[in-house]
């Protein structure tokens, strides 16, 4: 399926926020990662004017409108799909039948039912030397795969005690207005699919343990909106719109207190109402021989207790997670240069190219998206039933 | 009650950490805030020679065995509480009925009848003028009660999410031995009580705001230790004692996800197995408005996020509440000179004189204490039943 | 000049470690701003084979090894120089001869009188409405424009102590080997030139005030390395090296106390050799009404005093600085998704780009280079004097 | 000299802000140290009236307004004087032939001229057995301890840079009122004494070299303020006065840049004129092999680089020094409870008490107060050479 030239043909489709990101690692990856040449083949919208503009912008060869037809295309190695939670099933699934290897945004659907199918169908495309991802990029900031590093390695023992937050506050103001995202039909659920979705991962992935039972929560704090919201669905947009009001069909918040299979308890929240935190990513794990935290609005730090430090000289170090030794920084810039929030895709994707030539296997895996999926459909279920525990 | 010339006499009864605590704040009142003499006038514990020992070390001028003598003196005024949690309700009872104000640690009591029992003593010797309170001192806390400022006076709005957790770690070792405070016939419970009493408490108190219903549940996760506790039961002791096994039987850790009456939810964890907090008392409240964060172990400081602040010059602002104009801070130092954990005793204690000078109702009363063990009983139900929500 | 359609061809000469990061800038400005398209039309380098994987990994249509020849070219527009510091006098001159814009790293040059030729080059070329700056990128750091924001503002008052400093370590270790930046042929200067020019143009930039005097001083710790240098001059390389011993003909550190024309005072201090630093540069300004400290490796927050707050609720506030309102960030991501390191130079080309489409004039200017020249020359001879104060 | 039952009789002079603080210290010593029994058995001041208030609040058993005769007594072993520095030479000279051991607040003397006759009289007096101390408490803090014992033990090797400031803002506002600390026939001088004292002794002790040579400047930003100052000369006046004007004839602010005799450089500023630092006491040493870095507002904390660390795992580290094995801290509390800034001084007298018992030397001696004053002498006459280099 690659060119001749060993150069891989990307179709992406989406051009709003995540279109932006995802363009600017396409764009850049080949510069600082040695992995195959990628070609910016086709940027895939509805609109026809704005996906034109968008493929100027952003550096795409060419656009279309009709993504089944991009599928049938031979130069079309990888399908990068980024639409509203809703669309993820079809296209993939068809993508993946089409022969491409696919990455799929998160959360990977908005309902199982729909992860089953696509896991299934990312587990037959498997064998044809197909990959599949979903984009829990995270998984890529340096600072989280040292983290990762560390547990591997034995370095904080047995995990006891995991507290996670995602915790946001663009929606914090309640004249904020409507988007897609706010709607359950397009977006599945709200804090909880979105934030919720990496916060999972992050646990699941640290962890390397499951969670097999929960209680769990979701609210709703604002429940009607105006409805002037912007046109590309960005998260962010201010207050102060005074269209008429929409009810707000996804939730605010959401929560749970999770049975780790490794003995452990993990409390997970998120919100977009914690005033103050813009991107409040932190994560704390906390095991019987040491212990980690990382913040996202700090992702080039992580702070490491190191309980098998000499005594009196134990407290937490605070890594800079910028030298050539730590995981994806060789390929930057020296020591204390910080790289930015949109690098962990830059990662992901030269992970998968890295895969692809290779012939790895690729992760997250579908199979890791639906195992997320699964607990927060466990949250959801929880919620309904008052809080009820609930068997994931 | 009080003698002739205003001064008030207190008897103490307990004499390890807490003792020397309390009488560290009794010994430096006077010195530092306009409040009636205290006579620190005896010392009451079961072991003559160890009591005369702390008499002498701490400043009081005699000694007892028998806290009952005590209770029959004219010249007490204050009878204040720090024996083990099982003693609590027995002695303040038959303090209030001698007479006499009462002071018991936290937590109120071992078991929720206890603490309704000593509500009810507390309800009816305030007729008499006796005030009877529960030593939750971190709201003397300088920062914690310019925390209660700010949320008084709306700066933060009604509030959504209150993150909660008090992390220690001198249990994470599974050799740290026993000690009374991990048996439950002495203790009641482990970190519930001890930590998730204060942590209660504060949510109860900043908030304003009472829990309405709420899921928890609670672990141990080393379920016997070696039996060469140390001999006053302090907290911290080190690992390597090699006696015989014995069995913990109190929670080595707790947690709740709690509804509050106001409409937002509260994550709780308490632990004693968090590898790398040593006193981490963290509360993080979010509102519509604004929002607060503080950390026990920079006690000092208050983090206030203000949504009134101009556009583009928001953030956390760190205010060192160490200005004469803060709270209790007048007493002490110019700016910037940090007190210690310590003096949310000498505060509490000066609170409490200033209002038996004043014929003032005096707080943390003992049905604030009562409110909070309401909590942790809940917590004790829910875990008892899998997590399952309950009432308060 | 500029092409029929708007677009501005670059020349960049130099491809290691600054050819990375200005590539970077020149590859994704106009994915990010609105600003004339970019062409990247030739990477200039004396080694044809280096300079040519260079360009195919960079993204560079062509290359030269004759940069003369370059200046020739009807396509180029803009020159930017990356060269050693001892080329760039020279390189700068022709290309502004030749009519071009031109762009030079820091510092402007490895002498004063090399600085003076440059500026008046660059005055009389402005009259051509040619634009040469030298790329004091971190004034486009969001951050520090938002400090200068408040500073213009009057936000912290007449400014009375600036202490600033840029810490690192890469050379703490004395068997880290050399490179050409540790001799004073090719890089003029040390830490004096590479991190002080940096630092300088910050304290001038931020007070919009001159240095009238100062005392200086400079050292070499470490006065000879092994000479097993890595091919690219990169900075960080590890120790370890055993080849022969070479002498380090530039300072480690550089240090001076400076006169404001304002009256307040200045300490600023440079080094290569503070361990646990990596890229920590720090400054702190402290005015009659508020203060405002920076630290590099934190570059997305801005700690801002503002001494007008409310009694008792004054404190340093940290400002995210992500937030589409905040200098430069409407570009890219929601509120909290920070940017890098390498994003002060796209800002500086958008800066750029804009100024020339614009026809006004631009920033840092030669002059502005020519400035901060001064002051490092300052700093030499008063360390020449054994510290006696000097007029700059 | 001691009393038959080994307790030592303690006359204080000077009962302001250091009176309360030193009897502080006195008053609880015993409650924490193994130390002789100490009798608080007159406190000196001028005023009857306002010293007799004091000596009630403060708890001293006898009250002095003349200190000559106090030193007559034969139950006072220890003369702790805390008057202006004008006042200490003559004083601490007359105790020292009376044949008491004397403690002198910082700075030792307003010249150099008394330091050395204070140095003189207390080598004599030593040969008696007396111990002569000047209180520079902060070695005491348990952090800088700590930070000392990693340094004596190697862990930072060789020192190159230090950088030390101690910054305060209570004179930032031009307005507030004039005090005796601002007229220098009473204080000697003002930041430079008051403040660079402490400083100064942090880098003599913590390097445990000397400083050879320095160059440095003083200045005075409000030269003139309201006369409307409160009685006890406290610090931290509020603006707002409006008596009549009078000049302020100390500095506001100092600095200076100095060499070590280990081949180092240090920065060291101080300043009461640095808006939202209230008692921003900081230094950070950079050695071959790892840095440590302390800051007296979040005194509980040391940040230690170890060098030594493993690749990838180094940064600093926050170490809570509240651990029963870090100096100082068995006396106190459990891990993670932090004491206040007053507890320097009781370490100090702790320390005291116990040489004394122990018959051994003790420190800061007037000999380290001596070193110190030089150093300020060096700044001043530094600055009257309009900063240039002299030798110390």
Redesign the interface.
Known sequence: MPAADGSVGVAAIGYA?MG??H??AW??V??YFDVPRVRRQVLVGRNQAAVSAAAE???WDETATDWRAVLERDDIDIVDIMTPGHLHAEIAIAALQAGKHVIVEKPLANSLEQAIAMAAAAEAANANGQRAIVNFNYRRVPAVA?AKQ?IDEGR?GPI??V?A?Y????L???SSPMSWRLRKEEAGSGALGDLGSHLTDLVLHLTGESIT?L?G?M?T?VTERPSGESGDG???GKGGADGPMEAVTVDD?A?A?AQLSG?G?A?L?V?R????????LRIEL??????IAFD?????ELE????A?G??????????V?????PWVGAW???????????AFTHQFAQLLTDLRDGGESSPSFADGLAVQRVLDAIERSALA????VRV
């Open positions: 926020f932006k990101a363009s600017g764009r850049n080949n510069a912008r952003f550096g040292l560390l904080i006891r005690h507290r937050s915790l946001q506050d663009w914090a103001d309640p039972e209680s929560g609210r704090f960005a998260i962010g918040a929560w207190t003995g308890v409390q929240e919100t109402m914690a005033r103050g935190r813009k991107n409040g906390y095991g019987e021989l040491g212990s996202l609005e700090r992702l080039n490491f207790f190191d309980g430090a005594d009196g000289r134990q407290g937490f170090t605070r890594i800079l910028t030298e050539a030794g730590h810039w020296p020591d204390g240069h910080i790289i930015g929030w949109e690098h008052g809080g009820s525990p």
